[in-house]
């Protein structure tokens, strides 16, 4: 919740002359619901795609406060998060409807970044395991291996975000691999081996090379450091030396 449209213009074309045409990877801006229209239009024209912070399973209705998949779409929108930690932690949401919203996003033709991950306390009693692999499970319910391709997956350790500690890039890696062996387990190693599976939890310049040369790692989900060009612009670019 950051920026007003004059803000989000600035940094978007900030973006826009930096990565003009950039096709070495994908880049995806989700500014609050309010910036959408206007970012949009600033980006229609180079490579950099489009993102919603979330989205209701209806598509109308008494939903007062929720936005519609087809409000998104008719502006342009690429991708939608699902599930991000902040809105389990703060806004109710459970798996149930991570899951209802990611079939909605699909069925929409719409990409979703599905987030997983444990909490400072599940991590520090031993259940970073065990709350993944309920996120992975109870999020993909019902979904075929058709659906799961079209994905991301997105992995953020709530515990390394804002608490003064710190995952490693080996930490990171290891439910990384947690994770594509659980895909595997629930479809095949064809979808794990192809599944995008991102990195997000304090991503910042000094970290992004390592964390990108972990095996299983995909790409990076960036919170703060993506306020600002100059270290989102070097997060793009160091992840791909």
Not at 34 to 42: G, H, K, P, R, S
Not at 210 to 231: F, H, R, T
């Amino acid at each position: 919740m950051y920026k007003t449209i004059a803000q989000a213009l600035e940094l978007a074309n900030g973006l826009k002359r930096e990565f003009y045409g950039f096709k070495a990877a994908d880049i995806v801006i989700v500014p609050s619901f309010t910036l959408l229209d206007e970012v949009a239009d600033a980006i229609s024209d180079c490579d950099i795609a489009l993102g919603a912070q979330n989205a209701h399973w209806e598509l109308e209705g008494a939903f007062t406060g929720e936005v519609s998949l087809l409000q998104l779409k008719e502006l342009g929108v690429k991708y939608v998060i699902i599930g991000h930690s902040e809105r389990r932690q703060f806004f109710g949401e459970t798996n149930e409807t991570v899951n209802k919203r990611v079939k909605a996003v699909l069925k929409e033709g719409l990409i979703p970044i599905m987030c997983v991950g444990e909490n400072l306390s599940e991590r520090e009693s031993a259940k970073t395991f065990n709350v993944v692999e309920e996120h992975i499970k109870l999020g993909l319910l019902g979904l075929e291996k058709e659906d799961v391709e079209k994905m991301v997956i997105a992995y953020e350790p709530v515990w390394a975000i804002g608490t003064g500690k710190t995952a490693t890039p080996q930490q990171a890696q290891e439910v990384h691999y947690f994770i594509r062996q659980k895909l595997a387990e629930l479809y095949d190693r064809e979808l794990s081996d192809k599944a995008r599976i991102q990195y997000g939890g304090s991503v910042k310049p000094d970290n992004i090379r390592e964390l990108m040369e972990q095996e299983d790692i995909d790409g990076a989900l960036v919170g703060g450091a993506s306020l600002k060009l100059e270290s989102f612009s070097e997060i793009i670019k160091k992840s791909i030396e």
